[in-house]
Each structure stands twice: as C-alpha cells, then as structure tokens.
C-alpha cells in the first residue's frame, strides 16, 4: 500500500494540527494502522496504533489526553488530530501501515511547534 502523508506546519504552543495519511487502497484490508514521529536526533518512537482491525487506538503516553486518532474508511484515510502543542512534539511524523506482514510508510511530514 501506498501512504501520502500530509498536514504538518509550524505552529505556536498550545496550538492544534490535524496530520492526515491517505492510503492507496481500503483501510479494510490494512491489519494495523500506526502514527510515529521523529525529533531531532532521536529514535523514531510510536504515538499511536489501531491493531488487529479493531477500533481501538493505543497511544503514547505523551499523546495521551491530547492527540486523536482516527480514520475514514470511505477516503481510505487516518487522521491524527494534535492539540495542545508543545515544543517537544516538534518532529517529522510518519504514518504507517502493515498488510498481510508487509509494513508501508508514508514520506513524513514535519511538525515545529515553537515556544
């Protein structure tokens, strides 16, 4: 499956963005559907993750509370709404897809949330 990520920006503190990841193909046959990000000199590290085609998102301790995943099945699309911006969210996020054992990544699309 092919992923086109899109939605990231610079924005202040305390704002909010919405990061979306258009598939290729229907969201039904995707197995597992994750947000993760990359800062500055550090490891990619998970956000958040609907497995097992079920409708439940695992996040992040540092998302929780403030981020929101969800998908569109009709626009074969997820969405990562993000509010309440920090500085430390800065990075360049990711979205991911694993079908059939085979994981697909998105380009990235940066976020820089400035103090």
């Known amino acids: 499956v092919q992923l086109q990520a899109s939605g990231g920006g610079l924005v202040q503190a305390g704002e909010s963005l919405r990061l979306s990841c258009a598939a290729s193909g229907s969201l039904f046959s995707i197995d597992e559907m994750a947000w993760y990000r990359q800062a500055p000199g550090k490891q990619r590290e998970l956000v958040a993750i609907i497995t097992h085609r079920g409708g439940n998102v695992n996040y992040a301790d540092s998302a929780k509370g403030r981020f929101t995943m969800s998908r569109d099945n009709a626009k074969n699309t997820i969405y990562l709404q993000m509010n309440s911006l920090k500085p430390e969210d800065t990075g360049v996020y990711y979205c991911?897809?694993?079908?059939?054992?085979?994981?697909?990544w998105g380009q990235g699309t940066l976020v820089t949330v400035s103090s």
């Open positions: 991911n897809m694993v079908r059939n054992g085979v994981s697909s």
